[in-house]
């Protein structure tokens, strides 16, 4: 049974989409959102609908950015030779907040997972062989997440880039096994990298 006025009931049932916000929570931010000017309303609604327009993917790496290139890929004091691939541009946020990592990344845009129907032809694969063939990367880094279907995901892309001259490596386990990386501190992170072994492809 709702209590809500319509309107206000539709804001809660967005408010609890978000990861980690419940039902009561919802209600809090959507009555906090009544107490708001009509401006900063306006304001939130134009930051909402103007999101996928202004947030895109890096043409290079994947990363999200608001122009074509993101900061990493622009930044020319980063080590070229090194491209670390990740599962989702969240992950890169971790990393650059552990201050361990001056390389380039790459993101896969998810994980192999047979269960729920995602294979290669899903993940950023092509776009990393361009990157491979037009030279100058020396190591690939695989830090998709150490559960089941990230390390079967790291053991492919071994296979799938070892007729190409580049050191492929795997972080190491510091992060807790079955773990998300979206959630892995930027120490664990650090020590993980640090840790990296070389994967036999
Ligand atoms: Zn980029």
Redesign the pocket.
Known sequence: MSNYPLPLERLIGYFSRFPGVGKRSAERMALSALSWTSEELSDFGDVLSSLREAVKA??????I?EGD??????DCGRNRELVCVVEHASQIIQFERSGSYHG??HVLGGKLSPLSGKGPDDLRLAELRDRLESGGIRELILATSPDVEGEATAHFLAREFSSYSVKITRIASGVPIGSDLSYADSATLAIALEGRRGLEQ
């Not at 890096?58 to 990363?63: L, Y």
């Open positions: 890096c043409a290079v790496c994947g990363n950015c290139l993101c900061p990493v890929c622009l380039l990344y």
